[in-house]
T-cell receptor, first 114, second 114 residues
Framework: GAVVSQHPSWVICKSGTSVKIECRSL??????MFWYRQFPKQSLMLMAT?????????EQGVEKDKFLINHASLTLSTLTVTSAHPEDSSFYICSAYSGRETQYFGPGTRLLVL | QKEVEQDPGPLSVPEGAIVSLNCTYSNSAFQYFMWYRQYSRKGPELLMY????GNKEDGRFTAQVDKSSKYISLFIRDSQPSDSATYLCAMSAGSGGGADGLTFGKGTHLIIQP
């Protein structure tokens, strides 16, 4: 149980394009989903928190117009990196919370912006 | 001072040894403490979840929390080469362990030598 998937697992794009990453909870309903980013040799950093049907709450320093989050259902959240630039290259990981215990993480999406 | 400090290692031990992994933190509001295991280029996998001070055991793993010292530990008994991974501590101040974004340490890279 508590399986979270992400798609795609990796993506390469040109600078200036937009990239959408999907996060799905496969066997439970997630009241809350989170998006984290991890740069090499750094800790996971929380980017934003999203509750189904509500606007996402962004952490300080994260541009909400650049990182668009949609949490349309209890099993799906999407993160769109708009007008991606090389400095946005990172490992993006989502997690899902069902209301019990703690968060379960997806396998991550590696983004490389050329 | 970072909120969560964790020695990145690498920590190399022989197979069968007892491994001790630690984190210190500065935010006294943290109440929920988690240990995740992360393999290279994968999402974190939940190992242990504890609330408040004390010990919790699960198989070969024991998690220990000392809130008075702001210090948490993960012990691995009878370590195996398959335990080689990066171990992340994470914590939350929220009312329900996974309901709020987690604050992570950088992770300790553990190597179990056969």
């Amino acid at each position: 149980g508590a399986v979270v998937s992400q798609h795609p697992s990796w993506v390469i794009c040109k600078s200036g394009t937009s990239v959408k990453i999907e996060c799905r909870s496969l066997d439970f309903q997630a009241t809350t989903m989170f998006w984290y980013r991890q740069f090499p040799k750094q800790s996971l950093m929380l980017m934003a928190t999203s509750n189904e049907g509500s606007k996402a709450t962004y952490e300080q320093g994260v541009e909400k117009d650049k990182f668009l989050i949609n949490h349309a259902s209890l099993t799906l959240s999407t993160l769109t990196v708009t007008s991606a630039h090389p400095e946005d290259s990172s490992f993006y990981i989502c997690s899902a919370y069902s209301g019990r215990e703690t968060q379960y993480f997806g396998p991550g999406t590696r983004l490389l912006v050329l | 001072q970072k909120e969560v400090e964790q020695d990145p290692g690498p920590l190399s031990v022989p197979e069968g040894a007892i491994v001790s992994l630690n984190c210190t933190y500065s935010n006294s509001a943290f109440q929920y403490f988690m240990w995740y295991r992360q393999y290279s280029r994968k999402g974190p996998e939940l190992l242990m979840y504890t609330y408040s001070s004390g010990n919790k055991e699960d198989g070969r793993f024991t998690a220990q929390v000392d809130k008075s010292s702001k210090y948490i530990s993960l012990f691995i008994r009878d370590s195996q080469p398959s335990d080689s991974a990066t171990y992340l501590c994470a914590m939350s101040a929220g009312s329900g362990g996974g309901a709020d974004g987690l604050t992570f340490g950088k992770g300790t890279h553990l190597i179990i030598q056969p």
